[in-house]
């Protein structure tokens, strides 16, 4: 639910998804193996067909359980608000320069940039070496420490885990996927898992490693409810090396771990206090990520927090899930980037004024603050031309 997509890489290979011929099966290729067609250079078309050939017609019902876990509609009027190109987009444009549109294409069909997620919701555990912290590891364990006595929520049962891009090199996890979240026979899942290990094992692609693969964090409850398909999924935050890494190569790795965990534990605390409703709205998005932003610049800047600087926090919280921030129109609408350094300045004003200093807000007062502070975060703000 609370979450950041690829949104760039999801549009531009949906852009490239509709080219016609796609969902029909070449002839041609549809007598021979998987192993045949994901040698070192695989015909695309064939590769596309077969793909096509063996992945659901469409969202089956437990994929869409998932990714309404990890995603939210939106809609907000994008022309009243000041929103550019961002630093985010830059780097993803850098960094996936020599990849092909048939490359984004026959990714994003396999699943490529959704199935780390899933792996990491079905399966993932704290204990699983599979699923440990790696980069950043020792920050994150202790800002998690922090955050769990900072604020007053139960937070005991959180486990904080990582999900790996690697992953997509392993045909027995990612068949095990293809067969819950895409509904397939093993048969079938097989062969896709073996056409992602051979496709994934390119230099370009890092065999998997790629940031693109992993380039999101999020927080997740199902309230104790199972989910369709697949049970019940434990209260976790899960950080993906690929985001962790994008924002090191911007610049922002003395600040991101600390503030993209503070963040996704903004979510829990929200979890524990009921603040999602049952009709999720662009505009309840919007606010949820805010009240994220601001409870992790309360945390961060607070001295019983991280003590970090409120001018590097807000830096941060510019650039912070900039890829969803000027996507109105898509998944889980975080904010502008405006707005999120105003919902930080907001929680740095009341640290600093608290009385007496140092005291630390429950977190009910602190949501019911934020809720009275809300419309002004939000107020359009694009200059008149
Ligand atoms: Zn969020």
């Given at each position: 639910m609370r979450h950041l997509r690829p949104v760039t890489a999801v549009a531009l290979s949906a852009a490239l998804l509709t080219a016609p011929g796609i969902a029909t099966l070449s002839p041609v290729y549809a007598a021979s193996s998987a192993t045949t067609v994901a040698t070192a250079n695989p015909d695309p078309a064939a590769l596309k067909a077969r793909i096509a050939a063996l992945m659901p017609k469409g969202d089956t019902a437990t994929k869409r359980a998932l990714d309404r876990l990890i995603s939210e509609p939106s809609s907000i009027d994008g022309t009243q608000y000041q929103c550019g190109p961002t630093e985010f987009a830059a780097w993803?444009?850098?960094?996936?320069?020599?990849?092909?549109a048939d490359d984004f294409t026959i990714l994003d069909n396999l699943g490529a940039f959704d199935l780390p997620t899933?792996?990491?919701?079905?399966?993932?555990?704290?204990?699983?070496?599979?699923?440990a912290l790696r980069a950043d590891a020792?920050?994150?364990?202790k800002t998690m420490r922090k955050l769990e006595k900072f604020w007053d929520i139960k937070s005991d049962d959180i486990q904080l885990m990582a999900m790996h891009g690697d992953?997509?090199?392993d045909t027995a996890r990612t068949s095990r996927m293809y067969q819950i979240a895409y509904e397939l026979p093993k048969a079938q899942a097989d062969e896709l898992a073996a056409i992602l290990a051979q496709y994934i094992a390119q230099p370009k692609f890092e065999y998997g490693n790629h940031p693109m693969f992993?380039?999101?964090?999020?927080?997740?409850?199902?309230y104790g409810e199972p989910i369709e398909g697949v049970g019940v999924v434990?209260?976790?935050?899960?950080m993906g090396d690929g985001i962790l890494r994008a924002y090191r190569e911007m610049g922002y790795g003395d600040v991101a771990p600390q503030a993209i965990l503070a963040h996704e534990f903004g979510h829990h605390v929200q979890f524990e206090l009921r603040m999602h409703d049952d009709?999720?709205?662009?505009?309840?998005?919007?606010r949820t990520e805010l009240h994220a932003d601001a409870s992790a610049a309360y945390f961060l800047s607070h001295p019983r927090g991280m003590s970090m600087q409120i001018k590097r926090v807000t830096q941060f919280l510019r650039v912070f899930y900039s890829i969803g921030d000027c996507g109105f129109s898509s998944d889980g609408h975080h904010g502008t980037p405006l707005q999120r350094e105003r919902a930080g300045n907001w929680a740095y004003q009341?640290?600093?004024?608290?009385?007496?200093k140092g005291r630390i807000l429950g977190s009910v007062e602190f949501a019911r603050l934020f809720d009275a502070v809300l419309p002004r975060l939000v107020a359009p703000d694009a200059r008149a031309a």
């Open positions: 993803q444009k850098r960094s996936t320069a020599n990849w092909t899933y792996d990491a919701l079905v399966d993932g555990s704290e204990n699983d070496p599979a699923y020792q920050v994150m364990t992953m997509l090199r992993t380039l999101n964090a999020f927080a997740f409850t199902t434990g209260d976790r935050i899960v009709h999720p709205s662009p505009e309840a998005t919007r009341l640290q600093e004024s608290a009385r007496p």
